[in-house]
């Protein structure tokens, strides 16, 4: 048996003593592998989740496996009432009731759950995770998904704050002149409920993979899905291969942006394919905007010079600890690309590169 280096050591002994940080589950997969040096620990976010990758990267600096370390990170958005694209205070769908898709997948162990149309419960990564670990199945949605969450204990609660529900009621007074929903008005208003001609829908979302310091690789992504969407919408976040994928010989990948674009790609699987044909995170997530742009058929959805309008955005890290972004689109309305890191030294918002520019 090969002995220890002292930082593995005090690795392993924070192991031994602190079941509150890494589950019986997971437990032996960092100790199997505590023998190399090399790794380099990388945590990897959307731009939203700078809290996130500080708070996974403490995990795995105290020895956590990157599972639980990114579920952990991406928790502090799904309970933030601020983050109107997750968990509490996530956005509706049109009938103002907000549903929750997540997904989570163990390089190690290769194993993923998911939940998808969870209504009522704020960390539908918890509850996909729990798919994973305690049922034979990898996704559950709608229904089955909340009384399953239910049966492991998860309480009910109302996720729609007052700001979520003021911005769904605004839509919805805003949508036609011809229906009865009005917005506030004077009586000599003409055209009341006009619809709002420059509106953006908002596909947020948080994307989340890590390496630890085992050399392990895991993923999550969790969302409130599309703004407004009809009830039992799913997006690509619970949807793996498309939301979220992890080899844990080769890389992580997920993505965030329009998820029927991504649905129809499977860009997460196509992503963690190419970088095991050599390709960089950078290049594998560019390849995946090509992807999306050349196979669009729909007229629709594409602008005058006939490129795919709506943004998707991909993340990923390999087994080396390199990491990219890319998006299909940044400027003007789109803003910069942007994502979360961290390198083991910091936290930080980093910019990625786009396939096309406004
Ligand atoms: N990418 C998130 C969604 O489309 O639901």
């Known amino acids: 048996m090969k ?13 031994a003593s602190a079941g509150a940080v890494v589950s019986k589950s997971f437990a032996k997969f960092p100790i199997e592998k505590l023998e190399s040096s090399e790794i380099k620990p990388i945590v990897i976010a959307s731009a939203n989740g700078l809290k996130a990758v500080e708070k996974a990267m403490e995990m795995i600096k105290s020895g956590s496996d990157a599972l639980d370390a990114v579920i952990a990170g991406v928790n502090i958005n799904e309970d933030d009432p601020e983050d109107m694209t ?26 993923a759950g998911a939940v998808a149309s969870l209504r009522n419960i704020k960390n539908p990564s918890k509850v996909a995770r729990l798919v994973m670990e305690r049922t034979d199945h990898v996704l559950i949605v709608g229904e ?30 805003n949508l036609s002149k011809e229906d009865d929903w009005l917005p506030p008005h004077n009586i000599e208003d003409d055209d009341i409920g006009e ?16 390496l630890d ?19 039992g919408r799913v997006g690509d976040s619970p949807i793996i291969g498309a939301g979220l994928y992890v080899d844990n010989e080769v890389g992580a990948a997920g993505s965030t942006g329009r998820g029927e674009a991504n649905l129809l790609n499977c860009s ?7 970088m095991r044909q050599g390709k960089s995170p950078e290049e594998a997530c560019l390849l995946a905007c090509k992807r999306v742009n050349e196979r669009c058929r729909e007229k629709r959805l594409k602008d005058e010079k006939g490129r795919f309008k ?40 980093l910019e990625g590169v786009s396939l096309f520019k406004a």
């Open 3 to 15: 002995s220890l280096k002292r930082r593995d050591f005090l690795r392993a002994t924070a192991l």
């Open 86 to 111: 997750v968990g509490y205070g996530g956005l509706p769908n049109e009938e103002g009731v907000v549903e929750l898709d997540a997904a989570v997948m163990h390089g190690p162990s290769y194993r």
């Open 144 to 173: 089955g998904a909340l009384k399953f969450a239910k049966a492991h204990g998860f309480k009910e609660e109302n996720l729609l704050t007052d700001k979520a529900r003021e911005a769904w009621l605004k839509w919805k007074e």
């Open 195 to 210: 619809i709002i001609k420059s509106y953006y829908r908002h596909y947020g979302t948080i994307h989340c993979s890590a």
């Open 213 to 231: 310091l085992s050399g392990n690789l895991s993923v999550v992504t969790t969302t409130s899905g599309l703004q407004f969407k009809i009830p």
């Open 268 to 274: 997460s699987v196509m992503i963690v394919e190419w």
């Open 310 to 349: 709506h943004n998707v955005k991909f993340y990923a890290i390999n087994k080396k600890g390199e990491y990219g972004c890319a998006s299909m689109w940044s400027g003007g309305s789109y803003g910069k690309i942007q994502f979360a890191l961290h390198d083991g030294k910091e936290a930080r918002i």
